[in-house]
């Protein structure tokens, strides 16, 4: 679980089509895809390629998508790993995976090397919640020693993903690490729907499915959570042995993930 991940790039890479709405935060990175893509044209000129670009914004959100559609528009290797990963581990064995991640990438660049929930690695030393879990601050100080380690020009852009920017260690927002920062929203009404769209994709509506209105009445919902309710609904639909998703499908399956969302926040509040 905890060994880092790798997508090469190929048939299966996400492109920007694959990631709904989110234009802003996709035009915003579309000149990371082009540093990957053709670094001699900034080095040239001597421009300072950025190592580290932090995605912030609820879960679900599509921070993870993102990144590796960069991966994947780039056509380079995609490798990732995730901080909540490294909660329960034995002293020095997030630092070794970290280390290795790095090794590996290096190997490969130009890549995308990407952290998911950075903030539980990186959050404030000490900040309460867990302070002083050497294990914690291990696998932050090696993060910190790669992101130094390699030159400003290697190849490598570092991409991490936090819902929680307030709690992170100031260190790791240091001009050379995560010194860019890029929000990712909530979809509105617009990117509901055409986050609905991808996902209804592959499966057949009934004439009674409108997916502007469904739209309407998803507000607040994550693409993650459109996502859940499109395969609820086709799940459902199966179940039954019907052909075509049908308006009531959507209905009821609105009840069930909206039931879920309502019991995780509550969890975490
Ligand atoms: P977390 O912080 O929980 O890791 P995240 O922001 O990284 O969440 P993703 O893992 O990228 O969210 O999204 C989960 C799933 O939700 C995606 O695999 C995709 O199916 C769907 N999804 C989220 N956002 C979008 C989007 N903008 N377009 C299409 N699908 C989306």
């Known amino acids: 679980k905890s060994r880092a991940q790798r997508i090469d790039p190929g048939e299966h890479a996400k492109k920007f089509k694959d990631v709904a709405g989110l234009k802003e935060e996709k035009e915003e990175l579309e000149e990371i895809v082009d540093f990957l893509a053709n670094p001699a044209k900034y080095t040239g000129i001597g421009a300072r390629i950025p190592k580290g670009i932090l995605l912030v914004g609820p879960p679900g959100t599509g921070k993870t998508l993102l990144a ?3 991966a994947g528009e780039a056509g380079v290797p995609f490798f990732s790993l995730s901080g909540s990963d490294f909660v329960e581990m034995f002293v020095g064995v997030g ?9 590996e990438a290096k190997k490969n660049a130009p890549c995308i090397v990407f952290i998911d929930e950075i903030d539980a690695v990186a959050r404030k030393r000490g900040s309460g919640l867990g302070g002083g879990h050497d294990e914690r601050e291990q696998t932050l100080n090696q993060m910190l ?7 400003v020009n290697e190849g490598i ?16 927002l240091r001009p050379g690490r995560f010194d860019r920062r890029v929000t990712v929203g909530r979809p509105d009404v617009r990117g509901r729907e055409e986050i609905l769209q991808v996902h209804a994709k592959g499966k057949p509506l009934g004439d009674d499915v409108d997916l502007k209105k ?14 859940n309710l499109m395969n609820e609904a086709a799940i459902a639909c199966a ?11 959507i209905s009821k399956s609105f009840i069930k993930v909206g039931i879920g969302k309502e019991k995780k926040s509550k969890i975490i509040s």
């Open 214 to 227: 469904i739209a309407q009445t998803t507000v607040g919902f994550t693409g993650a959570d459109l996502e």
């Open 239 to 249: 179940k039954d042995g019907r052909k075509f998703i049908e308006q009531e499908d």
């Open 95 to 103: 630092a070794s995976r970290v280390r290795d991640m790095f090794a």
């Open 68 to 70: 590796k559609a960069v």
């Open 145 to 151: 020693v790669e992101m130094d380690g390699f030159g």
């Open 157 to 172: 852009i570092v991409m991490a993903a936090t819902n929680r920017v307030d709690i992170l260690d100031p260190a790791i």
